[in-house]
């Protein structure tokens, strides 16, 4: 499959992403993954990336779009491809799109997971990461908590709560994504390859998601 999932911080786009890859071996693809790996790897693109990155800018979009040019050509991207959180913005979406053309690529579908504001607050403020930057394990205080003394599982480092997941960091989140993203759901509606998807349960939504593929072919 070669789908883009849509969905606000913490409407799950990661977990379906996963539950989907699963499925039928398409790559999950995030942006930050890709700088990950290139800044890691030491690739052109990375350095150029580091740099940035390293000022504390934002890697510029015509960086973000060669490195995911590259990314889309690797060989394990043949069995298609699952797009987890990119584009973010309509030019970001329009570059996305003369890419695609120009690698020959066709998108099967674009999900948009409509999840309700207080289910993610619920879900962003009771999440809890590990501090040790290697391990980052991510817990939940209600479905799945750390030790009681507060320490992650895997490697005793104290969990946290980070800054970016405070009730007011997240609802500024959600207020920036309803801004830059939600007009995507109009671009890719006139594409004619938009399906809202209600989602509270992962499976459930990889279930409508697979059932969408096959009802467009
Ligand atoms: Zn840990």
């Known amino acids: 499959m070669r789908i883009i999932l849509l969905g606000a911080p913490g409407a799950g786009k990661g977990t379906v992403a996963n539950l989907l890859s699963e499925y039928d071996r ?30 504390g800018d934002l890697v510029p979009d015509s960086l ?32 996305l799109k003369t890419l695609l053309e120009r690698l ?44 009681r003394d507060g320490k992650c599982k895997v490697c005793g480092w104290p969990v946290i709560q980070r800054d970016d997941e405070s009730e007011e960091a997240i609802t500024n989140r959600l207020e920036t994504y309803n801004e830059k993203t939600t007009p995507l759901i109009g671009f890719y509606q006139k594409e004619g390859l938009l399906k809202n998807i209600f989602s509270l349960n992962s499976k459930e939504t990889v279930k409508n998601i697979k059932k969408a593929l096959t009802a467009g072919k």
Request: charged share 30%.
């Open 26 to 55: 398409s790559v999950q693809i995030s942006t930050g993954d890709i700088l990950r790996a290139a800044v890691k790897e030491g690739t052109g693109l990375g350095k150029q990336a580091k740099e940035y990155m390293d000022r």
């Open 64 to 95: 973000i779009l060669r490195m995911m040019e590259e990314r889309l050509q690797a060989n394990d991207c043949k069995k298609g491809f699952i797009l987890d959180g990119f584009p973010r913005t309509i030019p970001q979406a329009e570059e």
């Open 104 to 147: 020959h690529l066709t998108l099967d579908l674009v999900v948009n997971l409509e999840v309700p504001k207080e289910v993610i607050l619920d879900r962003l403020t009771t999440r809890r990461t590990c501090s040790n930057p290697d391990c980052q394990t991510i817990y939940n205080v209600k479905s799945n908590p750390p030790t």
